[in-house]
């Protein structure tokens, strides 16, 4: 009760009055609050000792109050010294404080992992609580405190997903990653898909050594495995087996190849000089209205430069059927599944967070990273795709019996 009759309300009352209207915290260092929040903390301690001595069996162990300690906390509003009792045998363990915890609120704890998970270094953040905080936060601290996401990644990874995607692309973003101090490649292959209500999200993201149809097969495995029993389109690179690796798992789903990765492609084997006409005449064979018409001015184009460039020709030619899947639907939906232009806006957003990061220290460093990112883009996945109820009704038509709507 001393700490009580040491305070002063009426100080308080007045200083917490200039203070607010003064703009200032009324809580943080210096705050007017601060001796009332200190004085709770304490005296809810008090009372979780209080109730863990009488519920001891003291005929068994006995215990009871041994001296006193003292702790700092760091909190969001500043750093708090705290003197509280301890009990003789050690068995006392704290709620609302634990023994070890050096970092109270979960705000504070909130704030570290938003800070990191839009980019800021360690060494920033850690600058940063020292300018609005006044407090120093060591950087294993730090990195312990960000180490917290890994059991919600996990978590995240394996929860179960819906039967039924409309689309869904899937692509990989690469890094670089240290192992035995050496700076190795990993792939980070990540997975976007529409539901039938038309709203986006990232089904999953997983890091291999690198990109490859083997590796997507076991991704697409892992989404089965988590419910996914059926996708009516999937829009992809044009990485060999890829198609393959889909269509084993997902007998009935339809393939588009990116069409923007096939002219990329077939530009870095067209001399620059060419580059212009053959763009000019490639593009009435993927604008075409229809198929067929897509077809008679692949073979216009194919004769035209097929000596000259027999390599890009034929890869056009080999890959007609998974390039031309989008000819049988309207414009709003081949607007949506011709390219692979969804998912590379996502991996935009990604590396402006990773963007600093040259090197990441170990696969689960990256994969935290890359989750913090899609937690932060995702919070603007909240309405469905401009026009998707007239989108839905037609895949429903091509999709007769695999989509039901009602």
Known sequence: MRQEESIDYELIKKQALEQFRSGKSLTGKGGAFAPLFKQFLEAALEAELEQHLSEADQEISPNRRNGKVSKTVKTAEGQIELVTSRDRNGSFEPEIIKKRETILADSLQDRIIGMYGIG???????????????????????????????????EWQSRPLDELYCIVWMDAIHYKVKEQGKAKSRAVYNILGINKEGYKDLLGVYVSEN???NFWLSVLTDL???????ILIACIDNLTGFEQAITSIF??????????????NSLKYVASKDQKIFM?????????????????????????WGKKYP???????????????????TEDIR???????TIEGFHRQVRKVTK?????????????????????????????LQNWSLTVSQLSIHFEGRLKLM
């Not at 089965?224 to 059926?230: A, E, L, P, Y």
């Not at 000019?280 to 035209?304: C, H, M, S, W």
């Not at 607007?335 to 232009?341: A, G, K, L, P, Q």
Request: aromatic share 10%.
């Open 120 to 154: 800021m270094s360690l060494r920033d953040i850690s600058n940063h609580i020292k300018e609005m905080y006044d407090m120093d936060i060591s950087h294993d601290t730090l990195s312990s405190i960000t180490e917290r996401v890994m059991p919600l990644i996990k």
């Open 211 to 213: 990109e490859g149809a």
């Open 224 to 230: 089965n495995n988590r419910g996914i029993k059926d």
């Open 251 to 264: 007998t009935k789903t339809e393939v588009q190849s990116c069409i923007v990765h096939q002219i990329r």
């Open 280 to 304: 000019a005449e490639l593009k009435p064979v993927y604008k075409a209205a229809t198929k067929e018409l897509a077809e008679l001015n692949l073979a216009d184009f194919a004769a035209k």
């Open 311 to 329: 390599v890009v020709i034929k890869s056009w030619q080999d890959n007609w059927h998974k390039l031309s899947t989008y000819f049988k639907y």
């Open 335 to 341: 607007r949506i599944i011709y390219t692979t232009n």
């Open 356 to 384: 600093n990061k040259g090197v990441f220290p170990s696969d689960d460093a990256l994969l935290k990273l890359v989750y913090l990112a899609y937690r932060n883009i995702s919070k603007k996945w909240t309405q469905p």
